[in-house]
């Protein structure tokens, strides 16, 4: 995933991000500098199904579309260390994509009668005026990539390559990719995020923060989703 214009990466801040990692990283894990950007990659492949579209009663159909659907792929964790954004630059930014948000919200509630799975399937010439102008909104309208994380000087922008539709097969590889990526958050301080729904009283942000990288569910995560199934 790219870093915004004009985000400029820190060395120092890298090399000290990659060694922090090394630390930490079980004897499956090795973390190289590529590009000037940590690149943290599990050395075995780990396995996933797609769980959309599952059956919910008949386990043995479950089973057997799961066994049939699992696929391996490569993990991949990059971590982009750039100069702090300010206060300041960070709040404009935000407020830029909450009315970016708002806006395309407001074309997605006018097109609740023909949408599926999170794309759009128009069934009259008044649909395609709808959908036409709802991916021009999604070319058009300002979305900035804000960072996860932050310490004194430095903002930290976190992915991976796990695809939000992508469920893991092996309970053992999910929680050694999970812990990872909670080793990660907890080295710096998260971004304010949006309020905690469904989460328990006293749960800390950083907690939710490193759910939401691990399932690539956090709002930028959604926006790109909406762009690959809108803007194929």
Not at 123 to 128: C, F, I, P, V
Not at 192 to 206: A, K, N, Q, R, V
Request: hydrophobic fraction near 30%; aromatic fraction near 10%.
């Amino acid at each position: 995933m790219a870093l915004p214009k004009n985000s400029a990466k820190v060395e120092s801040g890298v090399e000290t991000w990659r060694n922090r990692v090394a630390k930490v990283l079980q004897s499956g894990w090795e973390v190289n500098l590529v590009n000037n950007s940590v690149v943290i990659t599990r050395k075995e492949p780990v396995t996933y199904y797609n769980p959309i579209g599952l059956p919910a009663a008949d386990n043995d159909l479950r089973k057997e579309m799961i066994e049939r659907g699992k696929h391996k792929e490569t993990y991949q964790i990059t971590i982009d260390v750039v100069e702090r954004l300010s206060d300041e630059k960070y709040e404009q930014s935000k407020a830029i994509n909450a009315k970016t948000n708002k806006e395309l919200t407001s074309l997605e509630s006018r097109m609740q009668k023909f949408s599926f799975k999170g794309s759009y399937l128009p069934q009259t010439s008044a649909d395609d005026v709808l959908y036409k102008e709802y991916q021009n909104g999604l070319s058009t309208l300002p979305y900035h990539k804000l960072p996860d994380l932050y310490d004194d000087k430095h903002s930290i922008y976190v992915a991976t390559t796990r695809h939000p539709w992508s469920a893991f097969y092996s309970v053992r590889e999910e929680q050694e990719c999970r812990a990872v990526i909670e080793n990660i958050y907890s080295y710096a301080d998260a971004y304010e995020g949006e309020s905690l729904i469904g989460w328990p009283p006293g749960t800390s942000y950083s907690r939710v923060a490193a759910s939401e990288c691990f399932n690539s569910d956090r709002v930028y995560d959604r926006y790109l989703h909406k762009k690959e199934l809108n803007l194929r």
